[in-house]
């Protein structure tokens, strides 16, 4: 079952850069919670934790560290001290560090309410600011709340991989979207 709902009531939320501000426990353990939700690890192709323990401890050095980590930016979307989602811009390395891939993950009671397009568009801006050239999105192909969130956000479809990823004994079609960030 999925729990995107079109709802489109207008979310008046904040978005915070992680860089610029103290991310409280209770805020980690929120942020743990959604990507350990089953909704979202259905849609992860990286390694994630087995407990939510542990997921949160990882997270909590995550953020420990995030102020010196220079290839990872976080934006966090937050409602009346919920957090929504939050978005991970990764810079690739070497003669790609112009290049970020982009990740994200929203709480599944807040999908279909557009946090995922308006972190997308805040992290195109903060990418301008920090001389990123391109910005990339890759996901399982079945994975329309995301490829839409990216078109949305302006994004231009790239390239199918066919059977590129394994995930739960099945092979999956990876898609992969960019978007140039243009010199004025
Ligand atoms: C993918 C994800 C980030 C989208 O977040 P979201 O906040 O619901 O996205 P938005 O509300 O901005 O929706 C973007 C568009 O996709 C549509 N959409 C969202 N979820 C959808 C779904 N499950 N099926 C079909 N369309 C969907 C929305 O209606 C919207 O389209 P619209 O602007 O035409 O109305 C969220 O579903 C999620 O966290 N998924 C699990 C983790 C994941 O897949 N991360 C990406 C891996 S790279």
């Known amino acids: 079952m999925s729990n995107f709902s079109n709802d489109k009531k207008a979310l008046d ?7 610029n501000r103290v991310i409280s426990e209770d805020e980690i353990r929120q942020i743990a919670e959604i990507e350990h939700s089953a909704e979202v690890k259905k849609w992860l192709v990286i390694h994630l934790e087995d407990t939510i323990e542990k997921e949160y401890s990882g997270y909590k050095q995550f953020f420990k560290d995030l102020k010196k980590e220079k290839e990872a930016e976080v934006l966090i ?23 970020v891939s982009v990740g994200i993950s929203v709480n599944p ?16 801006t903060l990418a ?42 099945k092979y999956y079609d990876e898609v992969t979207y960019y978007l140039l960030i243009e010199e004025n």
């Open 13 to 19: 939320f904040e978005i915070i850069n992680a860089k």
């Open 77 to 99: 979307a937050r409602i009346n001290g919920i957090i929504l989602g939050f978005l991970v811009l990764w810079r690739l390395e070497d003669y790609m560090n112009h290049v």
């Open 109 to 124: 009671n807040y999908w279909g309410k557009g946090v995922a397009t308006q972190l997308i568009n805040s992290a195109i």
């Open 128 to 169: 301008k600011g920090i001389g990123v050239k391109r910005l990339e999105v890759e996901t399982i192909a079945e994975n329309w709340g995301m490829r839409k969130a990216a078109e949305n956000a302006g994004f231009k479809f790239e390239s199918t991989k066919p059977k590129r990823l394994f995930k739960d004994g």
